[in-house]
């Protein structure tokens, strides 16, 4: 069973920065792509970034291209999103997850198996 803890939200001022981690543990052997999503309120969960095991595979959400990076250390079972340039349309919670699987729509929230608990990023104007 795959536990996924998210870290490093907070508050900040628009066009500040943030980085937020993930850290995977039981059965991360087993683990391809993480991802991460967002949750705004009384909005759906939408797709930020994703990344596949060995990194060559990096995609963005339009909304988020140029602005965030996605990167993880596989050594430590560790998933990154750095966030810069936020913008207050930024706010949310952001959820990282993880998959058993390579193939499929890694974009999609149905494509992923575990999800973190989720950590709350606001982001004043």
């Keep these: 069973q795959v536990q996924l803890v998210e870290s490093g939200g907070g508050l900040v001022q628009a066009g500040g920065s ?3 981690s993930c850290a ?6 087993m683990i391809y792509p ?5 949750q705004a309120p009384g909005k759906e969960r939408e797709f930020v970034a994703v990344i596949s095991w060995g990194g060559s595979n990096i995609r963005y959400a339009d909304s988020v291209k140029g602005r965030f ?3 993880r ?3 430590e079972d560790t998933t990154y999103l750095q966030m810069n340039s936020l913008k207050p349309e930024d706010t949310a919670v952001y959820y990282c997850a993880a998959s058993y699987s390579e193939y499929g729509d890694i974009t999609s929230s149905d494509h ?6 989720g950590t709350q990023v606001t982001v004043s104007s």
């Design 112 to 117: 992923y198996d575990y999800w973190g608990q």
């Design 18 to 20: 943030l980085r937020l």
């Design 69 to 71: 990076t996605i990167s």
């Design 34 to 38: 993480m991802g991460w999503f967002r």
């Design 24 to 29: 995977a543990s039981g059965g991360t052997f």
């Design 73 to 75: 250390d596989n050594a």
